[in-house]
């Protein structure tokens, strides 16, 4: 985060765009971890409509497209960023999604172009869709992929069209044999404790 | 009787307006995955128009390995040698970011030494990797021998740092609160040396390659980005500056102990060409090979006797929280967005913002208009690294 006051980003927001509901959330140590800004999800195509062209804070660019899997809710997180030699300015702008089984929330692509290919990983790796997207495929597993590799209870699945996948032969035993026994010998040290 | 000859009146041609017309449809060609041109396994569906590219969609994914999924499962020093290898050609830079984002959380000091020998080594690979791209970018458009000289001099970088890590291309080196090993007074004579000849070589470079006159006409004013693509599509690092934005992080926004050194930003200032062509994108890396020179000969200057290594917990347990770093990698600004759910010995999210994804997806943007080999000019001079696209 840099040159950015979120609490004042925030009180813009909502002021500037109704029922946006921008919260805060700063974190408990503020010079280890980076402090967000948390609007409705319906919201986000006029806010970053507004992020971009208002001109009192405004943001030229679109660095990255994140998502976060917090099991109970999915969050989509912007990183937003000015170049600007005097004044650069970053930070991050993040939207939740409580429907795990079809999250979906507006594309931004109409707004920076950059959107396009982050989106379009999001979902590969998430699920989750963006509305409107001008090219909405997957874009770096195989198009008849199953799953989304990136969510939390994501398991692989054993067979893409006629091959094995993570067949036996290729696993890693020792590594295997390497948790089995580090779990065997976390048992004998808690058994001997007590 | 009908002569057999009689085959009664000629028919009226009639010409059928639908079908007689000449076929316009485009052509779809594949360029790559197995293309020299791509720079490893891209695939670019290009549509032509006879030699004039309509349409390229770039098809990513073959080097997928799913590195951000591997970090959920190992812990924060377990992540170092995949961070490697996102861009292979700089794995110094990678490390480093990576580690920054850990130590930011953690809250680590790194000895003075260890911060210098860190700006050093990435100042060095920075070099190799511009030398890379140089003589890659040479290759694509038909010139061998650059790529020769460009080898002779990275070979110099590589060998130095086969010594302090044991690796040549994935290093393993930038450790979580300093660096691995220190760098003895020998081994720092030959990088004082290695500047003075790559300041000559970087010279001869110049007059071989970049101002030759067949080299000037395949890139200049050819695959223009302006500074307004720039800013949409997000762009960083040689590609914004050869559009004539004067950004570097180093400058802009100073990590580590960058405030301190004294060197330029170039831009593409079109010498030759116009700003935001492939040229002056190409030409921006020769003159940052210069600066990051510059840069090392002042770290020589600072480097004094200490520890390379500062004090780091046995089992690293980072704070709930996230982190999003960047740092000024040679293809442009790395973004490291680190969650960390608290009290977990591994990272809850690792995701990486590769400057190289999101300059594939600018071809698009240039392509239409081009001809093919207009094109491939253009897909070089952004430098890409298939495994920091595809992670």
Not at chain 1, 151 to 159: E, G, N, P, S, T
Not at chain 2, 98 to 107: D, I, T
Request: hydrophobic letters at 40%; a negative charge; one cysteine or more.
């Amino acid at each position: 985060m840099l040159n950015v006051d979120v609490n004042k980003l925030a009180e813009l927001i909502n002021k500037n765009v109704p029922g946006a509901n921008a919260t805060v959330s700063v974190p408990e140590d503020i010079k280890k971890c980076d402090s967000s800004v948390t609007v409705e999800a319906s919201k986000i195509y006029s806010v970053v409509e507004f992020l971009k062209t208002n001109k009192e804070m405004p943001f030229n660019s679109l660095q990255v497209i994140s998502g976060v899997d917090w099991v109970e809710w999915m969050e989509v997180c912007y990183m937003m960023a000015h170049f600007d030699l005097q004044n650069p300015r970053e930070f991050i702008l993040k939207v939740k999604l409580t429907d795990r089984v079809n999250p979906s929330v507006d594309s931004i692509v109409h707004h920076y172009a950059a959107a396009n290919f982050q989106e379009r990983e999001v979902y590969d790796m998430f699920g989750i869709r963006f509305n409107n997207h001008p090219d909405h495929r997957r874009i770096l597993c195989p198009d008849d992929w199953q799953g989304y590799p990136l969510r939390k209870d994501y398991v692989a699945q054993k067979d893409y069209n006629g091959m094995a996948v993570y067949p036996d032969s290729k696993m890693n035993f020792e590594d295997r044999e390497f948790i089995v026994r580090q779990d065997m010998i976390k048992k004998a040290q808690e058994a001997k404790a007590q | 009787m009908q002569s057999r000859w009689d085959i009664g009146e000629p028919e009226k041609p009639t010409i059928n307006k639908d079908t007689e017309q000449l076929k316009s449809e485009l052509l779809t060609l594949n360029m790559g995955p197995q293309h020299p041109a791509t720079h490893g396994v891209l695939r670019i569906e290009i549509w032509t128009d006879s030699e004039v590219v309509a349409h390229a969609i770039p098809h990513l994914g073959y080097l997928h390995r799913c590195m951000e999924k591997h970090a959920e499962n190992l812990d924060y020093r377990g992540v170092i040698p995949f961070v490697d290898r996102l861009d292979y050609l700089a794995a110094m830079n990678m490390e480093w970011t990576y580690v920054a984002a850990v130590e930011k959380m953690l809250g680590t000091e790194v000895p003075r030494r260890g911060e210098l020998i860190r700006i050093m080594t990435a100042e060095l690979q920075r070099i190799a990797s511009h030398l890379m791209a140089f003589g890659t970018y040479a290759l694509d458009l038909g010139a061998f021998t650059p790529f020769l000289y460009a080898f002779e001099e990275r070979e110099k970088i590589l060998r130095l740092f086969e010594e302090v890590s044991g690796a040549r291309l994935l290093y393993n080196y930038i450790w979580i609160g300093g660096v691995w090993n220190d760098w003895t007074d020998e081994q720092l004579a030959r990088v004082s040396a290695f500047c003075d000849t790559m300041e000559e070589e970087a010279k001869k470079y110049n007059e071989l390659v970049s101002m030759n006159k067949i080299f000037v006409q395949r890139t200049a004013n050819v695959g223009i980005f302006s500074l307004q693509d720039c800013f949409d599509y997000g762009a960083t690092g040689p590609v914004l500056r050869g559009s004539g934005m004067k950004w570097d992080l180093r400058k802009n926004a100073p990590y580590s102990l960058y405030s301190e050194f004294d060197f330029d930003v170039p831009v593409g200032e079109a010498e030759l060409g116009q700003v935001g062509d492939c040229w002056n994108r190409y030409y921006v890396r020769m003159k940052e090979v210069i600066q990051s020179i510059r840069i090392i000969r002042q770290v020589l200057e600072k480097l004094e006797p200490g520890s390379v290594m500062g004090k780091v917990p046995k089992v690293i347990k980072l704070p709930k929280g996230e982190v999003y770093m960047r740092h000024e990698c040679p293809r442009g600004e790395l973004g490291i967005h680190l969650v960390s759910e608290g009290d977990s010995k591994q990272p809850y999210r690792l995701k990486v913002k590769s400057p190289c994804f999101t300059h594939t997806s600018m071809l698009p943007r240039i392509a239409p208009g081009q001809m093919i080999a207009d094109f491939v000019a253009s897909v070089g001079s952004i430098d890409i690294v298939l495994g920091e696209v595809d992670r």
